[in-house]
């Protein structure tokens, strides 16, 4: 059917209706023809960007482990003042072996040490009394071992006398007295005669 008409009829056999049947399709054409074109439409292709991450490892730095810093007290300083008592200076050395003093006395003034040190001299036939327990130095000679019937270089009072820190200079009356961690020295300013003491050795000079 074309149009809504009817137009074909078999008349002959087989032949006709071959092409009758041509007939029906070539009168057809116009429509096929105008059959309605479906145009391709484009593949819409969706991409979705995948986001990168990228990772920062920081570097592995070494820890170094500092050593203790150890905060030592203080040291003070003390003042002339400090050592002074009825004209005369006195003083214990760091270690505590030895008391000292720079002292005045009626006819003469001396710097001296007292304590325990060795090697010790001989006894002094002259010595009746205490002997290798002291070392002086006077305002003449050179230092030497003392002959003494008692304390000299304390100032007796209550309490000890008061450290000469090592390194911090005494001077006073023309004599000079300097400590260390383990000894102590006196001079004569004038004549540089003196003593160098501690508990296992001596000098004089």
């Known amino acids: 059917m074309c149009g809504g008409s009817r137009v074909v009829r078999v008349r002959v056999g087989f032949v006709l209706l071959g092409v009758g049947s041509a007939l029906v399709l070539a009168g057809c054409g116009g429509e096929a023809d105008s059959a309605p074109t479906v145009a391709a439409q484009p593949s819409s292709t969706t991409t979705t960007a995948v ?96 002959c003494s019937g008692g304390e000299v270089y304390t100032s007796g009072g209550p309490d000890a006398d008061p450290v000469l820190a090592a390194g911090q200079p005494l001077s006073k009356l023309g004599f000079t007295c300097t400590t260390t961690a383990t000894d102590v020295s006196c001079v004569n300013d004038q004549t540089t005669h003196g003593f160098t003491v501690a508990a296992d050795s001596n000098e004089v000079y």
């Open 51 to 146: 986001p990168t991450t990228t990772t920062t490892v920081a570097p592995v730095v070494p820890t170094t482990t500092e050593p203790p810093t150890t905060t030592l007290p203080p040291t003070t300083t003390l003042t002339d003042v400090q050592f002074e008592r009825n004209e005369s200076y006195y003083f214990t050395t760091p270690d505590g072996n030895f008391q000292c003093g720079i002292i005045k006395l009626p006819t003469r003034i001396e710097a001296g040490c007292e304590g325990t040190t060795t090697p010790v001299p001989p006894r002094p036939e002259s010595c009746m009394v205490n002997w290798g327990n002291g070392i002086r130095v006077t305002d003449e000679g050179e230092g030497a071992f003392m």
